[in-house]
């Protein structure tokens, strides 16, 4: 046992000055069945995450079935010029950056308001009910919740266009005009995300020092000058986190949202860039074409996450990466 | 905290003023935004198809019926749609915690010579991919188009799962118990079997449910993979199509006022992939927020 210890101290004395000669062979031996765990969730790495890299090859080749992977022609950047000039593309990059940036005006703010909201509640069974019922829509799939919105917003047959028939108003297209789309989009976006996020804020906000309140009372706070001065800047630092986490996310696209939401009558904010990539791609078979889409894509994202982290660090958090 | 709550209550108890009337309001407003539309939906399922062509259904069953639900459950592909997400659910559930375990136990140890190598082999899938088709060519190559693997083994590895088990089993297994173990004699299959697995059952039971209510929701990669078979499709895929269906005929409407209403047909079909969800979902809510919170500390 002493030996042991001794030769562990040892071994991070070595290492601290950088004299650690021990070869592999020395560690594979002493954790051998470490490593044999390993290479279970290794291979699955290696099959399916790291293995279909190489077939972004494809991006900057002429891909032909009948010649194969292997057989097709290189292209060069022949493709990305080719994308880039299709009308579609702006589109698609347009609306997934408008997308994504308006989701962080209202599904990103919608929670923290929420969360000062449920701070300011008594009676713990109310807010355990509340809470219930306000994390649900965040267990449901994207098909549900589009089923849902079908069955709710419907021009002809929508359980609240025919509410306001009723009340003698006009039926709203809310999912078969572009605009409305666009507004109905978001709108249910906030719904099914405002309660989910509001945990992380209700925890940072429970972390407070309670001495603080009660200081701010003595100093004669009322309720809002509480929230004010007290709990907001206690979760600044949690709500920049997730912003600038958020930001790093903005050239992402859920493909599900928007595909569940979606009906041949608005087309106008429908296409964003996983959307296009399946159309060019599994519907067409245009895999070149859909491939360079996705790796533009993939680039960007990789940039901005890096970007977010290095923003997240200069600002003294601890960073995403 | 819990005192600190009282104190406070008793600062605050005297004053019940009109911002406490708004606040539990609109959240009140709030939660019945987030009940109401299920509601319908279920009232709806529930109502006589005359009812529902009238428009007059909205949070109250008109004329209560079951018909829907027993055409649901007399059609076979429905039924069968249950049955493959199950199956695909449960397989993918376990076969994902095994390959999570497999990875954080090793990588939460200390002692492992290329730890953070190996850490970031596995955290760099977070931030890029192959993406959609160079997946879709692999799955080809593979042989696995059609076919329920399409959709059980790619995503069984998560990265983000790794990282809340990695988190929880290096805060929760302290090294010194593992050490003690060791000088015992127990190799590192032993402790994991006798020691940290049996010592992480809370993080296990949030990660599991982390994979099967995402599994059970997903459809992206069965809409992408399973085309032709369509005996494979899993419900929320079946239930995709219904949609679509729901989508195409807008254009149709007014011709298709006179046949038998489908409205009932697909609200019924809603409430019947939702119940599942909804059944666990009182008893798997709070694992659920402690795995929010745990990857919330290192992400």
Request: aromatic share 10%; hydrophobic share 50%.
């Given at each position: 046992m002493k030996i042991e210890s001794a030769s562990r101290q040892n071994e991070t004395a070595l290492k601290n000055i950088g004299l650690d000669r021990r070869g592999m062979i020395h560690y594979l031996r002493r954790d051998w069945q470490l490593y044999l765990l390993l290479m279970i969730p290794l291979a699955f790495v290696l099959v399916f995450k790291y293995a279909p890299m190489s077939g972004l090859i494809l991006a900057f080749k002429n891909y032909k079935i009948a010649k194969g992977f292997w057989g097709s022609e290189w292209a060069g950047f022949e493709i990305f010029r080719e994308i880039f000039a299709k009308h579609d593309f702006g589109r698609a990059v347009r609306n997934t950056i408008m997308l994504n940036g308006l989701d962080l005006l209202f599904s990103f703010t919608m929670p923290i308001v929420l969360a000062l909201l449920l701070n300011e509640i008594r009676s713990v069974r109310f807010k355990r009910i509340n809470q219930t019922l306000l994390y649900l829509p965040h267990f449901l799939s994207w098909i549900i919740i589009g089923a849902i919105a079908y069955q709710l917003l419907s021009e002809s047959n929508g359980a609240i266009n025919n509410l306001i028939a009723m009340m003698g108003g006009d039926r709203i297209p809310f999912l078969q005009?572009?605009?409305?789309?666009?507004?109905?989009?978001?709108?249910?976006?906030?719904?099914?995300?405002?309660?989910?996020?509001?945990?992380?804020?209700?925890?940072?906000?429970?972390?407070?020092?309670?001495?603080?309140?009660?200081?701010?009372?003595?100093?004669?706070?009322?309720?809002?000058?509480?929230?004010?001065?007290?709990?907001?800047?206690?979760?600044?630092?949690?709500?920049?986190?997730?912003?600038?986490?958020?930001?790093?996310?903005?050239?992402?696209?859920?493909?599900?949202?928007?595909?569940?939401?979606?009906?041949?009558?608005?087309?106008?904010?429908?296409?964003?860039?996983?959307?296009?990539?399946?159309?060019?791609?599994?519907?067409?078979?245009?895999?070149?074409?859909?491939?360079?889409?996705?790796?533009?894509?993939?680039?960007?994202?990789?940039?901005?996450?890096?970007?977010?982290?290095?923003?997240?660090?200069?600002?003294?958090?601890?960073?995403?990466? | 905290m819990k005192t600190s709550g009282s104190t406070l209550a008793v600062y605050r108890k005297r004053r019940f003023d009109i911002w406490d009337v708004l606040i539990h309001l609109s959240l009140l407003i709030a939660s019945l935004a987030c009940l109401l539309p299920f509601l319908h939906v279920v009232s709806k399922s529930l109502s006589e198809d005359a009812f529902v062509i009238a428009n007059k259904v909205f949070i109250w069953p008109e004329g209560f019926t079951l018909g829907a639900y027993e055409k649901i459950f007399a059609d076979d592909s429905i039924i069968r749609s249950l049955y493959v997400s199950v199956l695909v659910t449960v397989l993918f559930t376990v076969l994902g915690m095994i390959i999570t375990i497999c990875a954080a136990y090793p990588l939460s140890r200390k002692q492992l010579k290329g730890r953070t190598v190996l850490t970031f082999i596995f955290m760099f899938t977070l931030y890029f991919s192959g993406g959609i088709i160079p997946e879709y060519m692999l799955i080809n190559n593979l042989g696995m188009l059609d076919t329920i693997w399409s959709i059980i083994l790619p995503p069984a590895f998560s990265a983000f799962n790794l990282l809340i088990m990695k988190t929880a089993l290096s805060s929760s297994i302290p090294d010194s118990l593992e050490e003690s173990a060791r000088i015992d004699g127990a190799g590192h299959f032993r402790i994991l079997v006798s020691i940290v697995i049996p010592l992480s059952k809370p993080i296990i039971a949030t990660l599991s449910l982390f994979y099967a209510v995402g599994r059970w929701n997903t459809y992206q990669d069965a809409l992408f993979y399973i085309k032709q078979n369509v005996d494979l499709r899993p419900l929320q895929l079946k239930l995709y199509y219904l949609v679509i269906q729901a989508s195409e005929s807008f254009q149709l409407e007014s011709t298709q006022v006179s046949l038998s209403n489908p409205e009932v047909l697909k609200a019924s079909c809603v409430v019947f992939a939702t119940l599942p969800i909804i059944c666990v979902y009182p008893f798997i809510q709070k694992y659920f927020v402690q795995g929010v919170m745990l990857g919330a500390v290192k992400e």
């Open positions: 005009e572009d605009t409305h789309w666009l507004i109905s989009y978001l709108a249910i976006g906030v719904w099914q995300s405002m309660g989910w996020g509001t945990i992380i804020y209700l925890a940072s906000i429970s972390s407070i020092n309670p001495e603080m309140y009660e200081a701010a009372i003595v100093d004669g706070a009322g309720r809002w000058r509480k929230v004010w001065n007290v709990t907001l800047p206690s979760i600044r630092v949690t709500i920049v986190t997730l912003l600038i986490m958020n930001l790093g996310k903005v050239m992402e696209g859920s493909f599900e949202r928007v595909f569940a939401l979606q009906n041949k009558a608005t087309t106008e904010y429908t296409v964003t860039i996983p959307v296009l990539v399946y159309r060019w791609g599994i519907e067409s078979g245009n895999f070149s074409r859909a491939t360079a889409l996705g790796l533009f894509q993939a680039v960007i994202g990789l940039v901005l996450v890096l970007a977010a982290d290095r923003i997240a660090k200069k600002l003294g958090e601890d960073g995403l990466l | -």
